[in-house]
């Protein structure tokens, strides 16, 4: 049953207004005044509130501003009788859902509130998307070499300083190219992935920087790049070093000007991108067999983040089979398992060659064919090649 308070200094329009609401089986308080809706407003929780503006000591509008200070989430329908296009207009800009003159029309009310009700539920909802994504990208572990790595992510993070991610596959050098954009003051603007090693090379100069219409065989349409699609935000190019020498330059002269030219165009197009580039290859060896641009490295690593592989901090294994363990089980809407100690203790022998993507796919392995408490039994049966 939803809750909802009802600010109005007349006693008519509140009790009326209950009624109503009482018998649509929404649950109703009432307050007389704004002191006594902000006293109510702290010691308990409302899905919606109507509140009148024209009232003695503290109008609706100082209320909606208060409101907003205290539970700024909550939809608030301003309601008068005095009211006015410039009035409305200052209570949207303030925060309010809605305006309602009066005299009421019940069926706007309850429109209204429903598409109050419907919002609140929407941002519920977003919220706790919001916590999954976050959730999913966590650096799990206590040992020094992931607290050196998180400490290194706090201060770079609210930088624009482009950051160079290597280390081995399956360290997950993704997961800390998002941590880095969910820590940085570009966080609402996208976040665009791009492997490089994906994408043959004939095609990875159109897929960062679009193409124009005709430009070459297939293009039947004009198409925005990465880079494009990216402004404002963070451009991820993973596996950054098997992009071809001609994309290259071509990726240097964007960091360098801040500006981008689709494939078959002539028009420069202003770009304003974060970049992080990771790569499992030492790129330095392969700036000696010509493989890559050393300027280009020098503008990619302002930053240097390296990722450790497990098998370097092994101590940290206990934390993720757990972390792990939750994960699956509630993805695969299973009872959530226990982990013998031992068999903690035997994950921890093991010599991670895929390092935290191996090891995801042992615990999978383990849930779907272990039994209700997982072994050591079970690690020695389940992990070997």
Same mark, same amino acid.
Do not use: W
């Given at each position: 049953?939803?809750?909802?308070?009802?600010?109005?200094?007349?006693?008519?329009?509140?009790?009326?207004?209950?009624?109503?609401?009482?018998?649509?089986?929404?649950?109703?308080?009432?307050?007389?005044?704004g002191m006594e809706a902000i006293k109510m407003v702290g010691a308990n929780e409302f899905d919606v509130i109507l509140?009148?503006?024209?009232?003695?000591?503290?109008?609706?509008?100082?209320?909606?501003?208060?409101?907003?200070?205290?539970?700024?989430?909550?939809?608030?329908?301003?309601?008068?009788?005095?009211?006015?296009?410039?009035?409305?207009?200052?209570?949207?800009?303030?925060?309010?859902?809605d305006f309602i003159e009066k005299p009421l029309d019940l069926n706007r009310i309850l429109i209204t509130i429903k598409?109050?009700?419907?919002?609140?539920? !929407?941002?519920?909802?977003? +919220? %706790? @998307?919001?916590?999954?994504?976050?959730? /999913?990208?966590?650096?799990? &572990?206590?040992? $020094?070499?992931?607290?050196?790595?998180?400490?290194?992510?706090?201060?770079?993070?609210?930088?624009?300083?482009?950051?160079?991610?290597?280390?081995?596959?399956?360290?997950?050098?993704?997961?800390?190219?998002?941590?880095?954009?969910?820590?940085?003051?570009?966080?609402?603007?996208?976040?665009?992935?791009?492997?490089?090693?994906?994408?043959?090379?004939?095609?990875?100069?159109?897929?960062?920087?679009?193409?124009?219409?005709?430009?070459?065989?297939?293009?039947?349409?004009?198409?925005?790049?990465?880079?494009?699609?990216?402004?404002?935000?963070?451009?991820?190019?993973?596996?950054?070093?098997?992009?071809? !020498?001609?994309?290259?330059? +071509? %990726? @240097?002269?964007?960091?360098?000007?801040? /500006?981008?030219?689709?494939? &078959?165009?002539? $028009?420069?197009?202003?770009?304003?991108?974060?970049?992080?580039?990771?790569?499992?290859?030492?790129?330095?060896?392969?700036?000696?067999?010509?493989?890559?641009?050393?300027?280009?490295?020098?503008?990619?690593?302002?930053?240097?983040?390296?990722?450790?592989?497990?098998n370097d901090r092994l101590e940290d294994v206990p934390l993720l089979a757990q972390h792990f363990i939750d994960m699956?089980?509630?993805?695969?809407?299973?009872?959530?398992?226990?982990?013998?100690?031992?068999?903690?203790?035997?994950?921890?022998?093991?010599?991670?060659?895929?390092?935290?993507?191996?090891?995801?796919?042992?615990?999978?392995?383990?849930?779907?064919?272990?039994?209700?408490?997982?072994?050591?039994?079970?690690?020695?049966?389940?992990?070997?090649?």
């Amino acid at each position: 049953m939803s809750k909802i308070l009802i600010i109005d200094d007349e006693r008519s329009i509140r009790n009326t207004l209950k009624d109503i609401l009482s018998y649509e089986n929404y649950q109703v308080s009432l307050a007389e005044n704004g002191m006594e809706a902000i006293k109510m407003v702290g010691a308990n929780e409302f899905d919606v509130i109507l509140c009148d503006i024209k009232m003695p000591e503290m109008d609706g509008l100082e209320v909606l501003e208060k409101l907003q200070e205290i539970a700024f989430d909550v939809p608030v329908i301003m309601i008068s009788g005095h009211g006015n296009i410039d009035t409305a207009v200052e209570a949207i800009k303030k925060g309010a859902f809605d305006f309602i003159e009066k005299p009421l029309d019940l069926n706007r009310i309850l429109i209204t509130i429903k598409n109050a009700l419907d919002k609140a539920v !929407l941002l519920t909802e977003t +919220k %706790v @998307l919001k916590r999954k994504v976050s959730k /999913k990208y966590d650096m799990i &572990g206590e040992s $020094k070499a992931i607290m050196e790595l998180n400490d290194m992510i706090e201060k770079v993070a609210p930088t624009d300083a482009r950051v160079l991610i290597t280390g081995p596959n399956g360290t997950g050098k993704e997961l800390v190219a998002h941590r880095i954009h969910e820590k940085s003051n570009r966080v609402k603007k996208p976040f665009v992935e791009v492997n490089c090693a994906a994408i043959p090379s004939e095609l990875i100069e159109s897929e960062l920087f679009g193409h124009e219409k005709g430009s070459f065989t297939s293009a039947h349409k004009q198409r925005k790049g990465k880079f494009e699609l990216s402004d404002g935000g963070t451009l991820f190019l993973d596996e950054i070093g098997d992009m071809s !020498l001609s994309a290259q330059a +071509k %990726v @240097l002269r964007a960091l360098q000007e801040n /500006k981008i030219t689709r494939v &078959g165009g002539d $028009k420069e197009i202003k770009v304003n991108v974060r970049v992080i580039a990771a790569t499992n290859k030492n790129l330095s060896d392969e700036i000696g067999l010509g493989k890559f641009r050393e300027d280009l490295y020098h503008r990619l690593s302002v930053i240097l983040i390296k990722v450790p592989a497990l098998n370097d901090r092994l101590e940290d294994v206990p934390l993720l089979a757990q972390h792990f363990i939750d994960m699956i089980c509630s993805e695969m809407g299973l009872p959530l398992k226990n982990i013998d100690e031992d068999a903690v203790k035997e994950l921890q022998k093991i010599n991670y060659t895929g390092n935290i993507r191996e090891f995801r796919n042992i615990i999978e392995r383990l849930i779907i064919l272990g039994q209700d408490t997982i072994s050591v039994q079970d690690v020695k049966s389940y992990t070997k090649a």
